[in-house]
């Protein structure tokens, strides 16, 4: 969240050549599946996989949101919150397909 909405000056911009939406893409499906390992230590329960998807889902809409709203270095753009949600769907799907065995 810090880094989606906080002005970081002493970073050097890297240019990923349009890759910015896989950056996306990939920060949410790591994000889904670490909510997932968190959550999931004791139940293993489609509903709670359902709850994480639909927390990160609203949660990546609001940052993009904050940042068209609060930054100036930053604008919200429609195609990060596809990204997020792509990335955040195969997490679940990741999930379902191999259950994550202790």
Request: aromatic residues 16%; charged residues 15%.
């Amino acid at each position: 969240m810090i880094g989606s909405l906080a002005r970081i000056n002493s970073i050097p911009n890297i240019s990923i050549v349009g890759n910015d939406k896989m950056v996306h893409f990939i920060f949410y499906f790591v994000l889904f599946l670490l909510w997932f390992v968190a959550l999931n230590r004791k139940k293993k329960e489609n509903r709670l996989n359902f709850c994480i998807l639909i927390f990160i889902l609203i949660f990546g809409i609001i940052i993009e949101v904050l940042q068209g709203m609060f930054t100036q270095n930053r604008q919200a753009d429609f195609s990060d919150i596809v990204a997020n949600f792509g990335g955040v769907l195969l997490g679940f799907f990741v999930v379902k397909t191999f259950r994550f065995k202790k």
